[in-house]
């Protein structure tokens, strides 16, 4: 079990340390065991990050709105790229709904700590024109706080996933929903992350686990949040997982988000 975890784990280490200058699907992480976000409901903090392509504008990652003007994502989904053909899609249930708001990314800004796999995994977007927030469809995320988040805590991710752990041809259309998903599943403690698998787990990491459920290709940056007596918080972002995923094999692997409330901070008034 562990040497095939740690098989898992290398691939998933090659495919994320690819090079490529465009986002490679297979790099980015994706939701399996969700289920549509219903029709008359949204998720106002959630956007798509998007990448211009000779085919058109490409989903790639996930990320979460800050304040009017930052958005917060992985640090590997701006790594190698080239941010003037990134844009952010705002205020969408559906990736071709056409009431979406688009804006450019200006700059990504990546942790000086950032070691792929390893450490940091978290980067802030400078985004033009501002979004307008609106009632329901476009709202920012608490990520304000220190606050150690222990194990067994219940967690929510959203993501547009690959709803299977694998990619099959000619199946990817179905496997690619057009709606965003969403899944819950419970943190786990650092000490089981790292005995179930996930040894390079640190402090500045937390993980979550549940059966046939995780994120998958796609969905990296994404945010993972729990509710609180506050309202809605963020507490992770998606990072890394293996290459088969939501097979209950290894937890997923998210940034702890209350690590880097200050460098947040700093971001957000610079
Ligand atoms: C990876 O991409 C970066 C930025 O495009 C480049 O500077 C670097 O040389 C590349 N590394 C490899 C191993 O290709
Ligand atoms: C980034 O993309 C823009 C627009 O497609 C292009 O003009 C520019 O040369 C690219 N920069 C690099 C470093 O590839």
């Given at each position: 079990?562990?040497?095939?975890?740690?098989?898992?784990?290398?691939t998933?280490?090659?495919?994320?340390?690819?090079n490529?200058?465009?986002?490679?699907?297979?790099?980015?992480?994706?939701?399996?065991?969700?289920?549509d976000?219903?029709?008359?409901?949204?998720?106002?903090?959630?956007?798509?990050?998007?990448?211009?392509?000779d085919?058109?504008?490409?989903?790639f990652?996930?990320?979460?709105?800050?304040?009017?003007?930052?958005?917060?994502?992985?640090?590997?989904?701006?790594?190698?790229?080239?941010?003037?053909?990134?844009?952010?899609?705002?205020?969408?249930?559906?990736?071709?709904?056409?009431?979406?708001?688009?804006?450019?990314?200006?700059?990504?800004?990546?942790?000086?700590?950032?070691?792929?796999?390893?450490?940091?995994?978290?980067?802030?977007?400078?985004?033009?024109?501002?979004?307008?927030?609106?009632?329901?469809?476009?709202?920012?995320i608490?990520?304000?706080?220190?606050?150690?988040?222990?194990?067994?805590?219940?967690?929510?991710?959203?993501?547009?996933?690959?709803?299977?752990?694998i990619?099959?041809?000619?199946l990817?259309?179905?496997?690619?929903?057009?709606?965003?998903?969403?899944?819950?599943?419970?943190?786990?403690?650092?000490?089981?992350?790292?005995?179930?698998?996930?040894?390079?787990?640190?402090?500045?990491?937390?993980?979550?686990?549940?059966?046939?459920?995780?994120s998958?290709?796609?969905?990296?940056?994404?945010?993972?949040?729990?509710?609180?007596?506050?309202?809605?918080?963020?507490?992770?972002?998606?990072?890394?997982?293996?290459?088969?995923?939501?097979?209950?094999?290894?937890?997923?692997?998210?940034?702890?988000?209350?690590?880097?409330?200050?460098?947040?901070?700093?971001?957000?008034?610079?």
């Amino acid at each position: 079990m562990y040497a095939l975890a740690r098989l898992l784990f290398i691939t998933a280490l090659s495919m994320a340390r690819s090079n490529t200058s465009e986002p490679s699907s297979e790099e980015n992480k994706r939701i399996v065991g969700g289920s549509d976000v219903p029709e008359n409901e949204h998720i106002p903090y959630q956007v798509s990050m998007q990448y211009k392509t000779d085919e058109g504008l490409r989903h790639f990652c996930g990320g979460s709105i800050i304040t009017p003007n930052r958005i917060l994502t992985a640090a590997h989904c701006c790594d190698g790229l080239n941010t003037t053909r990134m844009s952010v899609l705002a205020g969408v249930r559906n990736l071709d709904d056409r009431h979406g708001v688009r804006s450019k990314v200006l700059s990504c800004t990546i942790h000086p700590d950032y070691k792929i796999l390893v450490t940091s995994d978290i980067a802030v977007l400078s985004i033009d024109p501002p979004l307008k927030y609106s009632k329901f469809r476009i709202a920012p995320i608490s990520v304000e706080g220190k606050e150690f988040v222990g194990d067994n805590v219940p967690v929510t991710l959203t993501g547009w996933g690959r709803r299977l752990p694998i990619s099959i041809p000619l199946l990817d259309i179905l496997n690619y929903p057009n709606s965003l998903q969403r899944m819950s599943y419970h943190t786990i403690s650092n000490k089981q992350c790292r005995e179930s698998g996930m040894e390079k787990v640190t402090d500045t990491e937390i993980c979550a686990r549940g059966i046939f459920r995780g994120s998958c290709s796609g969905d990296s940056g994404g945010p993972l949040v729990t509710r609180t007596s506050k309202g809605v918080h963020q507490v992770g972002i998606v990072s890394y997982g293996l290459s088969i995923c939501g097979l209950s094999i290894t937890p997923d692997v998210y940034t702890r988000v209350s690590t880097f409330s200050d460098w947040i901070q700093s971001e957000i008034t610079k």
